[in-house]
């Protein structure tokens, strides 16, 4: 059994062991070499492949199961005691209950496998923002992927044991090795008993089953952002669903800090590792995923990246999309579920080249005519398919993303994917208004894509599968961040923004797909008439949504002929028509919330609507 400084861990590992019932306890201690040891392990026993290291020095190679490739989503708890508090968008039980099933599942889950023992800190190691926690697991995956993921190991360890104290968070793949029996090459457990589970009055997370990405590396999700918004709401500070990037004016050396909230597949990534296309910006990385934020003693939100890593999806990461996250992948990574080449390399759908002949599929088939693939109906790489890369190693991270107390954040940005109604960019008029529009978050969907009706899916925040308790509750937490005393009258505060890359016009042949707006690197003069507002400079237009960009506020010299002065009226107009129609829509959205819903976001539904004259 593990022998440590901290009474509290030593008795909570006990009690585990006890009940999982492994056949050794290892406590991981972070270093490059235990990383090289359990990977090379895991090749020997034939569960991963090591890359070429000319090509991709000191990279792993894993095959999930094809039931374990995602969040499951339909198996994810709050398993708070009152149903009410978990809310109307989370899946609920009750505690005692979840336990008592989960209990039984753990009894004996590791016998003949290896408890690993993983102490780790989320945000930089002693930093007034970061968090402690401790996981269990029973997977050598999931111990190299927390490694890149989190700072691991025994600086982490040294602080819980100075404080006594840590987030438990418990992990099994599910799946005994009684002796004798070879293990499965990805061992997990059917998709009906995987169980994602958070107990945020306790501040837990139980997770079974599953050894895929945020089911299993439970710094993610499970701790970065379900139990510590829950731990957020308690203590007055942010856990967000946001990327983090840092804005230089070259010509003066002027920062900027701006944090962004996207649901999947709007650009999120692209927008945080962000090459921008006018001269004289420059975009640099601090996260790409999560950010953590606290007010410090002037009153100023500030950021921090909690992650050490990207968790990257690799499919359509090119040079040409996102040099800097491609880059970042080119050593001391972990490709799950990509396509193995026969040169001991990776590829995937999009990756700017030719899959090469003779390459091995997520699903272990060997690609003889890669050109006959259907890469929707048959992909080389799986769709959800990941890379675990160090964040260091990516080309434009800022030289501060480390720092222990965070990064002034000046902006906060709300996005969707869609194709009419929203305007390419437009301003909040304060900051309940601006609440109001991270509430109302929302991609348009095809009932054909995904089983759902047509209309808009709403995501608020970009929070709706991450929120740890009722979000009615959330929406009112984000609106008295500005009444906190540490918020000093709440007169630093970020200003916010929502922005709509997607806007379309089908019937105008010139632009590409009929995209009103570029997008990509282009997204840089967005982000440089953003950098101007927070400097109270750059005109703008009332509407009755708020503030867009007057003529001729954003720059679009050097763009393509296409979008020009009367595209950018178009993707900034405002539409009262559509906004009576998106009313309605915001209306049926509120009234899932019932009386959890803010009263300060009621009276911005009905300025809006006595705006628009209804």
Known sequence: MIKTNCAKLNTWVKMWADIMQP??????????AEFTRLMDECVAEGLAKKLDDKKRPNSYYFQSDPSDVARVEGRTFICSRKKEDAGPTNNWMDPKEMKKI??????????????????????????????????????????????????????????????????????????????????????????????????PEEHEIWTYGSGYGGNALLGKKCFALRIASKM????????????????????????????????????????????????GWKVETIGDDIAWMKFDEEGNLRAINPEAGFFGVAPYTSAKTNKNALDSCSKNTIFTNVGL??????????????????????????????????????????????????????PGIASDWESPKGVKVDAILFGGRRPNTVPLVHEAEDWAHGVFMGS???????????????????DPFAMLPFCGY?????????????????????KNLPKIFFVNWFRRDKSNKALPAGFLWPGYGDNSRVLAYIFDRCNGQ??????????????????????????????????????VDEWKDEVERIEEHYAKFAGHLPKELSDRLAILKQRLGM
């Open 102 to 199: 989960l209990i039984g599942k753990y009894t004996g889950c590791m016998k003949g496998r290896t408890m690993y023992v993983i102490p780790f800190s989320m945000g930089p190691l002693g930093g007034p923002i970061s968090q402690l926690g401790v996981e269990i697991t029973d997977s050598a995956y999931v111990v190299g992927s927390m490694k890149i993921m989190t700072r691991m190991g025994a600086g982490a360890l040294k602080l819980i044991e100075e404080k006594n104290d840590f987030i438990p968070c418990i992990h099994s793949v599910g799946k005994p090795l009684p002796e004798g029996l070879k293990d499965a090459k990805w061992a997990c457990a059917p998709i009906d008993d995987k169980y994602i589970v958070q107990f």
């Open 23 to 32: 056949e050794k306890v290892v406590l991981c201690d972070g270093s490059d």
């Open 538 to 575: 750059g005109e703008t237009v009332d509407t009755p949504i708020g503030k867009v960009p007057a003529k001729g506020a954003i720059n679009i010299e050097g763009l393509d002929s296409c979008w020009n002065e009367k595209t950018m009226e178009q993707v900034l107009s405002v539409n």
């Open 232 to 279: 957020a709401q308690e203590e007055g500070w942010l856990a967000e669903h946001m990327l983090i990037l840092k804005l230089t004016k070259e010509a003066t050396k002027e920062t900027k800090c701006v944090c962004a909230a996207f649901p999947s597949a709007c650009g999120k990534t692209n927008l945080a590792m962000l090459i921008p296309t006018i001269p």
């Open 440 to 458: 109302i978050v929302g991609s348009e969907v095809t009932a054909a894509a995904i089983g759902l009706k047509a209309g808009v899916r709403r």
């Open 470 to 490: 009722n979000m009615g509750d959330y929406f009112q937490h984000w609106i008295d961040m500005e009444k906190l005393p540490q918020a000093k009258g709440g």
């Open 341 to 394: 080449t026969p040169d001991g390399d990776i590829w995937w759908e999009g990756i700017g080249y030719d899959c090469p002949k003779g390459t091995i599929d997520w699903k272990g088939n060997i690609v003889n005519d890669p050109a006959s693939r259907d890469a929707d109906e048959n992909p080389v790489a799986h769709k959800n398919s990941r890379f675990a890369a160090p964040a260091a190693n990516c």
